[in-house]
């Protein structure tokens, strides 16, 4: 572990003697020195990411794809996800926050600390055990991975808010690029969030780092179109792409139904067996692929055996739908164990947001109409 530091502490400093250092002199932006420096760490860490997506995630989406996704227009929905993966992962939404938010933050953080509240260091619970490197590192990734999972169930149950996240679940062509197709207002909150936890448990940088750089690639993964699932013991210590695909499929993970019994809700967590498991919604979900329509039936028939005749009386039965869903964990499955949301069935179904389906709403097809269409969800003009 130390020999990697060490490695990357070395490329740091090259690449920034070499690069950000003379730019940062010729731009005179000289009292920049110590934030370019830290820049040129998360940068690297994007490049790395980069790196592994395309070795190692893009290979096994090639060996067990859940869904071919090789026509022009899945090819061009999926180039938008690689943009919004470089902008993010390679600093550029990070440099805009950091000219704009940041000091506002730290006016924010400088007033509090003058004002006698200083950083409550979650590490120094227990001296001797907590500060050890290892197990802080454990605990911080808790902390971060409790409110990840708390910030993303508001993201779906504040309609306000959905209306902004929303615009993640409308991929239909769903990869390993997918997890920062976000808006940039959803973006603004969540990594809002993070910082603020981030100074009130007092991680130290490099720690930060190392969480963050793990969570992305977790998160990328996750996402991937790739048919994996890890184990029945595996699949409640980590999340898995088939843990999270299900919480992006149509009428199942991201919208619940209000009555229980008209399209059967999700029993709680460990009553759902695993291999050969009743869908909960078969008959909701057939009636979603019986309106696709126009989409075109190839779009719905990922599961060979599902396409059998469909019933739609059960949905008409259930009425209204609340925004609700299973399977809000980032990194852990933990909490939705623990907060009754998991649902651990072993099954590829189609991705989206119901109303793409139903009502062919428009979520934008490039960068600019998704931000816009966002912008105009949120004030309920479109
Ligand atoms: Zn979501
Ligand atoms: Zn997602």
Request: proline residues 5%; hydrophobic residues 50%.
């Amino acid at each position: 572990m130390d020999w990697l530091t060490g490695i990357f502490a070395n490329a740091q400093g090259w690449l920034f003697q070499a690069l950000v250092q003379p730019a940062l002199f010729a731009l005179d932006l000289a009292s920049l020195f110590e934030d370019g420096y830290g820049a040129t760490a998360w940068f690297m860490v994007g490049v790395l990411q980069i790196v592994v997506l395309v070795a190692v995630i893009g290979p096994l989406q090639r060996w067990r794809p859940v869904e071919a996704m090789d026509s022009p227009a899945d090819r061009a929905s999926i180039r938008i996800d690689v943009l919004y993966t470089l902008i993010h992962r390679l600093g550029l939404f990070r440099l805009a926050l950091f000219f704009t938010l940041d000091p506002w933050f730290d006016v924010a953080f400088g007033a509090l600390r003058t004002a006698g509240y200083g950083t409550f260091h979650l590490d120094q619970l227990w001296p001797g055990v907590t500060d050890k490197a290892a197990v802080s590192l454990l605990i911080y990734l808790l902390v971060f991975d409790f409110v990840a999972y708390w910030t993303h169930r508001g993201q779906h149950q504040l309609t306000w808010w959905w209306q902004l996240h929303s615009l993640h679940h409308a991929q239909r062509q769903m990869t390993m690029w997918s997890d920062n197709r976000n808006h940039l207002l959803d973006s603004i909150l969540i990594d809002t969030v993070v910082v603020v936890v981030a100074q009130l448990i007092g991680v130290a940088p490099d720690q930060f780092i190392l969480i963050v750089a793990l969570t992305q690639l977790s998160e990328s993964f996750q996402h991937a179109n790739v048919r994996l699932w890890f184990g029945r013991v595996g699949e409640r210590l980590w999340v898995s792409p088939r843990f999270h695909r299900l919480h992006h499929s149509i009428g199942l993970g991201h919208e619940a139904p209000t009555l229980p019994t008209a399209c059967g809700s999700l029993p709680p967590e460990g009553a759902l067996p695993l291999q050969g498991a009743t869908p909960p919604e078969p008959a909701h979900l057939k009636a979603v692929q019986a309106r696709a329509g126009g989409l075109g039936a190839a779009a719905f028939s990922l599961r060979p055996g599902e396409a059998g005749s469909a019933a739609p009386a059960s949905e008409d039965k259930a009425g209204v739908y609340r925004l609700g869903g299973v399977n809000f964990g980032v990194l852990l499955p933990w909490w939705d164990m623990l907060f009754g949301t998991a649902n651990f069935e072993l099954r590829y179904d189609p991705t989206g947001v119901r109303d793409q389906v139903e009502k062919q709403r428009d979520y934008g097809s490039g960068f600019w109409s998704q931000q816009w269409l966002g912008m105009k969800r949120l004030v309920g003009r479109a």
